[in-house]
């Protein structure tokens, strides 16, 4: 006789089961009293919103299949009581038999869905207020952004490419190009996951982490986030020291390269305590793409110009190979090394003017990266072969040109210090609140001032206890880089999004972009780990 109401309103909207509800994870429903205890209380089927919680879709048809199920299977009870009372009906002298039970029904959904969407817009308003005070001005654009990318991305890393090549063989251009892939997919991912709440956004890989894995995946998040950023500012003062002592001490100059490196620090001490948001680092971040430029195109003329076999005639030439296997997952996470930026990826999207070009703004970057490192090493193998050193600026012959190129280098890095550290300052300030609306602008810069030079104070005495360039480049490299680079945004991505979301050759993708990663993390951090003990004990025989 009467269609139930399930049916009846699954048939008649046609919405989706997708289920949905407010601050949570997973729909909840408070139980309903029974239509007896609702007919006694003089309550109608209207006032079940108040008792079924802020729940839309599938939780509320799945509320009215409950309460179809209570009813007798014909849709009639015999007590008037136990079914919907219509008092609108009553009250006009209807009959009761005009009291249909979907009517009632659809009536309850509109109900609960007007509480649930008020509700949610309520919410969806605080969480906007709240972010309000940590968001960065969105006033970059497009050169902006690719300029602070860049800078992260090229620095120091293009210095150790022609080394590289010289532990896989030729076969290091094809690891090069697909590094870059790698790097444009898992930056799109990453940004991507930023937004996977609708109408909102999370700030960095630790709010990404947690969302995806709870408590605990932020934790991990935090460990190799902040492993990275202090990791590769600790690369950036030892680099500097040891340049910055190799060109004064033919000089005369006897001061030797740990007082140097406590002097680089001390200088990328000054922008990190004055720069406060991303969008100040705009003219050091072009300013280090240029220098960056500048020491690529020495290194590779000098490499062509003055090839060992002309530098040494008389020694027999370099080895050169297509593809070397042991050398492969060692080398692959120090070209790894060379592609990551992610940490500062959220930092950089936040300052965007027109957040869409993201995607044009990172495929960008990794097009200009690979261009440059495909350069400098193929030029630097071709010249060098397998004698061929890192930082690859020890290789090329000593002159004006090595000077320059040092000089400019050297630069570079105290530049591109203080951007990495900001990723890291940014995200300790928004999770401890350090904000000048809590805490008054003086008291603010006060803390900010204090928290900011001790972290740097640390990172220079990390670097001070371990100056091995490249070995503790390939331990950072392969234990954090690759993981916060290819594993981390992939995992997170389908954990928020789902396994559905991907297409069958996208998950085939996924898992080799993947097992790149796991093998370049694992076996590169025991290689490296071996290396610094090797160099450790040598240098206590020493």
Same mark, same amino acid.
């Not at 309103?9 to 601050?23: D, K, Y």
């Not at 930056?187 to 956004?201: A, V, W």
């Not at 000098?302 to 190979?321: C, F, K, V």
């Not at 600026?393 to 550290?421: C, E, F, N, Q, R």
């Given at each position: 006789?009467?269609?139930? /109401?399930?049916?009846?309103?699954?048939?008649?909207?046609?919405?989706?089961?997708?289920? &949905?509800?407010?601050?949570?994870?997973?729909?909840?429903?408070?139980?309903?009293?029974?239509?007896?205890?609702?007919? /006694?209380?003089?309550?109608?089927?209207?006032?079940?919103?108040?008792?079924?919680?802020?729940?839309?879709?599938? @939780?509320?048809?799945?509320?009215?299949?409950?309460?179809?199920?209570?009813?007798?299977?014909?849709?009639?009870?015999?007590?008037?009581?136990? $079914?919907?009372?219509?008092?609108?009906?009553?009250?006009? #002298?209807?009959?009761? $038999?005009?009291? =249909?039970?979907?009517?009632?029904?659809?009536?309850?959904?509109?109900?609960?869905?007007?509480?649930?969407?008020?509700?949610?817009?309520?919410?969806?308003?605080?969480? $906007?207020?709240?972010?309000?005070?940590? &968001?960065?001005?969105?006033? /970059?654009? %497009?050169?902006?952004?690719?300029?602070? +990318?860049?800078?992260?991305?090229?620095?120091?890393?293009?210095?150790?490419?022609?080394?590289?090549?010289?532990?896989?063989?030729?076969?290091?251009?094809?690891?090069?190009?697909?590094?870059?892939?790698?790097?444009?997919?898992?930056?799109?991912?990453?940004?991507?996951?930023?937004?996977?709440?609708?109408? =909102?956004?999370?700030?960095?890989?630790?709010?990404?982490?947690?969302?995806?894995?709870?408590?605990?995946?932020?934790?991990?998040?935090?460990?190799?986030?902040?492993? !990275?950023?202090?990791?590769?500012?600790?690369?950036?003062?030892?680099?500097?020291?040891?340049?910055? &002592?190799?060109?004064?001490?033919?000089?005369?100059?006897?001061?030797?390269?740990?007082?140097?490196?406590?002097?680089?620090?001390?200088?990328?001490?000054?922008?990190?305590?004055?720069?406060?948001?991303?969008?100040?680092?705009?003219?050091?971040?072009?300013?280090?793409?240029?220098?960056? *430029?500048?020491?690529?195109?020495?290194?590779?003329?000098?490499?062509?110009?003055?090839?060992?076999?002309?530098?040494?005639?008389?020694?027999?030439?370099?080895?050169?190979?297509?593809?070397?296997?042991?050398?492969?997952?060692?080398?692959?996470?120090?070209?790894?090394?060379?592609?990551?930026?992610?940490?500062?990826?959220?930092?950089?999207?936040?300052?965007?003017?027109?957040?869409?070009?993201?995607?044009?703004?990172?495929?960008?970057?990794?097009?200009?990266?690979?261009?440059?490192?495909?350069?400098?090493?193929? /030029?630097?193998?071709?010249?060098?072969?397998?004698?061929?050193?890192?930082?690859?600026?020890?290789?090329?012959?000593?002159?004006?040109?090595?000077?320059?190129?040092?000089?400019?280098?050297?630069?570079?890095?105290?530049?591109?210090?203080?951007?990495?550290?900001?990723?890291?300052?940014? $995200?300790?300030?928004?999770?401890?609140?350090?904000?000048?609306?809590?805490?008054?602008?003086?008291?603010?810069?006060?803390?900010?001032?204090?928290?900011?030079?001790? +972290?740097?104070?640390?990172?220079?005495?990390?670097?001070?206890?371990?100056? !091995?360039?490249?070995? %503790?480049?390939?331990?950072?490299? @392969?234990?954090?880089?690759?993981?916060?680079?290819?594993?981390?945004?992939?995992?997170?991505?389908?954990?928020?999004?789902? &396994?559905?979301?991907?297409?069958?050759?996208?998950?085939?993708?996924?898992?080799?972009?993947?097992? *790149? #990663?796991?093998?370049?993390?694992?076996?590169?951090?025991?290689?490296?780990?071996?290396?610094?003990?090797?160099?450790?004990?040598?240098?206590?025989?020493?």
């Amino acid at each position: 006789m009467l269609v139930p /109401a399930a049916t009846f309103i699954r048939r008649m909207l046609n919405r989706p089961t997708a289920a &949905h509800q407010v601050g949570t994870d997973t729909p909840t429903l408070t139980p309903t009293p029974p239509p007896q205890a609702l007919a /006694a209380d003089g309550r109608n089927s209207n006032n079940l919103a108040a008792d079924s919680g802020n729940v839309i879709g599938a @939780s509320t048809i799945d509320a009215i299949d409950q309460a179809a199920d209570s009813r007798p299977e014909n849709g009639i009870s015999n007590d008037i009581s136990s $079914e919907f009372v219509d008092t609108a009906s009553m009250d006009k #002298g209807l009959p009761l $038999e005009e009291a =249909t039970p979907e009517k009632d029904a659809i009536q309850d959904i509109l109900d609960l869905e007007n509480q649930a969407l008020s509700e949610e817009q309520l919410q969806q308003q605080q969480l $906007e207020q709240q972010q309000a005070v940590h &968001h960065l001005p969105r006033n /970059a654009g %497009f050169l902006r952004s690719f300029s602070n +990318v860049v800078c992260i991305i090229i620095g120091t890393g293009c210095l150790q490419i022609p080394y590289a090549f010289a532990k896989t063989g030729w076969i290091g251009v094809a690891i090069i190009v697909l590094s870059a892939v790698i790097g444009a997919y898992t930056g799109i991912l990453t940004i991507r996951c930023l937004y996977y709440q609708p109408g =909102t956004r999370l700030h960095s890989f630790p709010q990404i982490g947690r969302a995806a894995f709870g408590r605990w995946g932020q934790y991990a998040t935090q460990f190799f986030n902040y492993l !990275y950023s202090l990791g590769t500012t600790c690369l950036y003062i030892i680099l500097s020291g040891q340049f910055i &002592h190799g060109l004064l001490v033919t000089l005369g100059v006897g001061v030797s390269q740990k007082v140097w490196m406590i002097v680089v620090a001390v200088v990328m001490w000054i922008p990190v305590a004055i720069l406060k948001e991303m969008s100040e680092a705009a003219v050091l971040a072009i300013f280090g793409l240029l220098a960056s *430029i500048v020491v690529i195109i020495i290194a590779t003329v000098m490499s062509l110009l003055d090839p060992y076999t002309q530098m040494h005639p008389a020694d027999p030439a370099p080895g050169h190979d297509i593809a070397i296997g042991i050398g492969i997952p060692v080398a692959l996470s120090s070209i790894v090394f060379s592609f990551a930026g992610s940490v500062v990826y959220p930092h950089v999207e936040a300052s965007m003017k027109k957040p869409r070009q993201w995607p044009a703004v990172v495929f960008a970057s990794m097009i200009f990266c690979a261009v440059a490192y495909l350069l400098i090493g193929v /030029a630097g193998y071709w010249a060098y072969g397998d004698l061929v050193v890192s930082p690859v600026l020890d290789s090329i012959p000593a002159g004006a040109p090595a000077t320059v190129a040092k000089i400019m280098i050297t630069l570079h890095v105290i530049i591109a210090a203080p951007i990495m550290l900001l990723s890291f300052y940014l $995200e300790v300030e928004k999770q401890w609140n350090i904000t000048a609306e809590r805490l008054g602008k003086r008291r603010e810069f006060t803390i900010r001032l204090v928290y900011r030079s001790a +972290v740097v104070a640390a990172v220079c005495g990390v670097s001070l206890a371990i100056p !091995y360039f490249s070995d %503790f480049l390939s331990l950072i490299s @392969s234990l954090a880089c690759v993981t916060m680079f290819a594993i981390i945004p992939v995992v997170c991505y389908l954990k928020l999004y789902g &396994h559905r979301v991907a297409p069958w050759y996208e998950k085939i993708w996924m898992l080799f972009v993947l097992a *790149i #990663g796991a093998v370049a993390c694992i076996w590169g951090s025991i290689d490296a780990i071996k290396s610094l003990i090797k160099d450790s004990k040598g240098s206590s025989a020493s």
